[in-house]
């Protein structure tokens, strides 16, 4: 993080190593804050879409307005910061998700299924936000050290990833007291959350760190000033355009379907074969220690190693995780390895595979390619999700960890190919 830009790089100046600095530690706060915030949605939001709406069918549409919401919102996001940099942006996503968790409360109070989905799509923005936060640190970053400063910001979501669901003691105590639905609380306190996120990261990322960096690369020789069209469209040629750009949104995609449709359903196999509530959250947290707490190593070895070599190791974890999980489906703790395995090569594969996607196409571009990769990635997130339940029903809980493993066949065979070579652009 703390490495010198090379000389003659405006990198290199020192306004703007004083920039990336202040970006960093703006980042990192509005991470842990806003993850806080976006955590009580995947665990009271689920309760509370249940108690809500009274119908499995409208939960389940409530359960997955996060990841809607978030594949909704983050194109929009990424060509709002093109136009005018990543603080308006990503606080704009924080103050979505602010109104979604407002509009849950009402849900509760209200009993309302409509005010639950929208509130549900609106907290989209925070899960939005939380991915492009990843990009926005490597606006500044010096090249060697890319990937793990895009590393350390996916890292500090591990915090509200592991406490951001346990904020119902809390928001039960605070609904107690004032009068509210129980499960109305925790959302209270997630409103509060997110709107100081949002200004925290308006006040802090000033100047823009993407503004700045678009200042130094506008008169840089190169196509980039041709590209200055927003949609996905748009996104869809520049990525085509970019062989590296191509495979990197490929191994995004491909790994986070397997890791959505195979976490999605363990708790279910778990509890199909007796285990209970507390047996199941741990192995969801071991799953969720395996994608963040070794993100900076990742993003290390990224950095010395090659981004597509550490991503070809990811696959080899995906597929070991795909291995424990089919043969031992039987035994808890083998499913609990498994999905620590899973969640590890989710984030051996996410951090190089989205540093290189970023780092494919030119400076100026890099937003809307950036919201593209997320826009595909929580695209995935849903259909995994949705179409996980009925394969396991039918397959059983070996033949989805199977499934989840054969992901990486096309990744291997196209690194293989070497279909990812290309000039990038730094």
Not at 139 to 161: E, I, K, M, Q, Y
Not at 308 to 324: E, M
Request: glycine share 12%; hydrophobic share 60%; net charge positive.
């Amino acid at each position: 993080m703390g490495a010198a830009a090379e000389p003659g790089s405006w990198l290199a100046l020192p306004e703007v190593a004083a920039v990336r600095r202040r970006t960093r530690t703006t980042l990192l706060v509005g991470q842990v804050l806003g993850s806080l915030g976006v955590g009580a949605a995947p665990s009271v939001g689920v309760l509370l879409a249940a108690e809500v709406a009274h119908s499995e069918t409208w939960a389940g549409v409530a359960r997955a307005g996060t990841t809607v919401g978030a594949a909704l919102l983050s194109l929009p996001l990424a060509a709002l910061a093109a136009r005018h940099g990543r603080g308006r942006a990503l606080a704009l996503g924080w103050w979505l998700a602010a109104a979604g968790a407002g509009l849950l409360v009402l849900a509760a109070v209200t009993v309302s299924v409509p005010l639950l989905v929208l509130g549900m799509l609106a907290m989209g923005g925070g899960a939005a936000a939380q991915l492009q936060a990843r990009f926005a640190a490597t606006d500044l970053a010096v090249p060697a050290h890319r990937a793990r400063s895009l590393a350390l910001v996916v890292w500090v979501g591990t915090f509200g990833a592991v406490l951001g669901p346990n904020m119902g003691a809390p928001g039960e105590a605070l609904a107690a007291r004032t009068g509210l639905p129980p499960l109305s609380g925790a959302f209270v306190l997630a409103a509060a959350l997110l709107a100081v996120t949002g200004a925290v990261v308006l006040a802090g990322l000033r100047p823009d760190p993407l503004r700045l960096a678009q200042r130094h690369t506008a008169a840089e020789p190169g196509p980039a000033a041709r590209h200055r069209s927003a949609g996905l469209g748009a996104a869809l040629r520049l990525v085509r355009a970019a062989p590296a750009g191509r495979f990197a949104l490929l191994a995004l995609v491909l790994a986070h379907v397997s890791m959505v449709s195979v976490m999605t359903m363990t708790p279910v196999h778990l509890s199909h074969q007796g285990d209970g509530v507390t047996v199941i959250g741990l192995t969801i947290s071991l799953h969720v220690l395996g994608m963040f707490a070794l993100a900076p190593v990742v993003g290390a070895a990224a950095d010395r190693f090659g981004r597509v070599p550490v991503i070809v190791v990811g696959q080899g974890v995906l597929a070991a995780a795909a291995v424990v999980g089919a043969v031992g489906a039987d035994s808890t703790v083998a499913v609990a390895v498994a999905l620590t395995l899973l969640g590890l090569g989710w984030s051996v594969v996410t951090v190089p595979a989205s540093t290189l996607l970023s780092q494919s196409v030119p400076a100026p571009t890099r937003p809307l390619v950036q919201g593209l990769g997320d826009t595909a990635m929580n695209a995935a997130a849903a259909l995994g999700a949705l179409v996980s339940g009925p394969l396991m029903a039918v397959l059983g809980f070996p033949a989805l960890a199977t499934l989840g493993g054969a992901v990486v066949v096309p990744v291997l065979w196209l690194a293989w190919r070497g279909a990812h070579r290309a000039p990038a652009s730094a």
